[in-house]
């Protein structure tokens, strides 16, 4: 039997030196053949993945870990974290009245209608401590979900002057936004009180809130957090960027084994150990704003940033240096398109039928976009997809050119 004597490396795998002198290190960990739920061609690609870019390749680099970015809701998940915590403030009567009623305050982006509605329906629901009182105030409630959910005030106008921009969705920046006057312990309280009791609610449970009913499970997948697991185990760097607030998505990744530290959600800045109804800055934008969050373009801005330490004058931009950019992102909505457009190896898409999202992962330029379905209750696939001819205007790849029309055969 040949001995060969084995070193464990600081990073954690074990590497043998043979006879010949050469270091081999440990096989790679693939996905786990327990966690069903993976189209074979994708479990394929993502196993090859694992093997070429991780610490069992001959040309991994320790101090340039590959970088790995997912989406958090309905991409690791099922549901949102976002709702969830949302619902959970206007249930459990934890959203601050905003100082002196001025509902302006609490986004620069609501309209004129949607303040007088706010100031109306939720003036008489301030507690003395200065908090909303809205499982009593029913229509203060009912107001606040209706313009989160469907952007309209009680009369049904327009709650917001533009609700979403390349970089903003107005709605889910509110709900980071009435976060306000809380610390981040509290709100990390709050979010993992929310998030514990949807993680045992049965799957596709619904409930009534103040005339609205929504969906009051959330699911991890199973496949996902394996997928989570391989590639730390192969020495990638995992991160989690989502348009949901910042603790309740911290709380969540916690769940996958991600730690907060490599965690970037909508961020609050923070006066005087409380939240603040504006954003820390990214890019053009500096901190005190509300016109850019992890959304879109957003999100592309937050990976530059925060991951890869570009110049500020470059994190709108998608990053010219390919190690300066992911190796893999995951994604299920239009609004991620910017971050896997960026990834440098394979774009993994969770079909929810998103029309730019999937013209995309349809079109797969330089095969690199994998299309799994939902791990529970799955969509059917598109058919006919309207990539170039759609009333909105066509869809672009990569390289910033035109998609044909595309179809949708599944699976």
């Not at 603790?247 to 991600?258: I, R, S, T």
């Not at 509300?290 to 994190?315: H, S």
Request: net charge neutral.
């Amino acid at each position: 039997m040949l001995r060969c004597l084995c070193l464990v490396w600081v990073l954690g795998f074990t590497a043998c030196s043979g006879p010949s002198g050469r270091v081999r290190a440990d096989p790679p960990r693939l996905l786990s053949e327990r966690t069903g739920g993976w189209r074979p061609e994708v479990r394929e690609r993502l196993d090859a993945l694992l093997t070429a870019q991780g610490r069992s390749s001959p040309s991994y680099n320790p101090r340039r870990r590959p970088v790995a970015v997912f989406d958090l809701d309905n991409t690791l998940i099922k549901n949102d974290v976002g709702d969830a915590l949302m619902v959970w403030m206007v249930e459990h009567e934890e959203l601050h009245a905003p100082p002196s009623g001025d509902w302006r305050r609490t986004s620069s982006h609501l309209t004129d209608a949607a303040v007088q509605a706010l100031s109306t329906t939720c003036g008489g629901a301030v507690s003395p401590e200065g908090r909303l009182l809205t499982r009593l105030h029913a229509r203060c409630a009912s107001a606040i979900l209706g313009i989160y959910l469907e952007g309209k005030t009680p009369e049904g106008t327009p709650a917001w002057r533009q609700a979403t921009t390349a970089t903003l969705n107005a709605s889910y920046a509110w709900a980071a936004q009435l976060l306000a006057g809380h610390t981040p312990s509290r709100l990390r309280e709050l979010a993992s009180e929310a998030l514990a009791v949807a993680l045992v609610e049965p799957v596709g449970a619904k409930r009534r809130v103040a005339g609205y009913e929504l969906a009051s499970s959330i699911r991890v997948y199973d496949a996902q957090r394996d997928l989570i697991e391989a590639m730390q185990a192969n020495g990638f760097e995992v991160w989690v960027v989502s348009a949901s607030p910042q603790p309740a998505v911290e709380v969540m990744a916690a769940q996958l084994g991600v730690p907060s530290h490599q965690v970037i959600g909508i961020r609050n800045v923070y006066g005087e150990g409380r939240a603040q109804p504006v954003f820390e800055g990214c890019g053009p934008v500096p901190d005190g704003k509300d016109t850019l969050m992890t959304y879109d373009e957003g999100k592309r801005c937050w990976v530059n940033k925060r991951i890869f330490g570009l110049p500020v004058e470059a994190q709108l931009r998608r990053a010219e240096d390919p190690a300066s950019r992911p190796v893999f992102a995951a994604g299920d909505s239009d609004t991620d398109v910017s971050m896997l457009q960026d990834a440098v190896g394979l774009k993994l898409v969770i079909r929810r039928n998103k029309r730019r999202l999937m013209c995309n992962a349809l079109a797969n330029w330089k095969g690199t976009w994998l299309i799994q379905p939902m791990f529970l209750e799955p969509v059917a696939p598109m058919g006919p997809v309207p990539c170039a001819s759609h009333s909105e205007g066509p869809v672009l790849d990569e390289q910033g050119q035109r998609i044909p029309d595309q179809y949708d055969s599944g699976p």
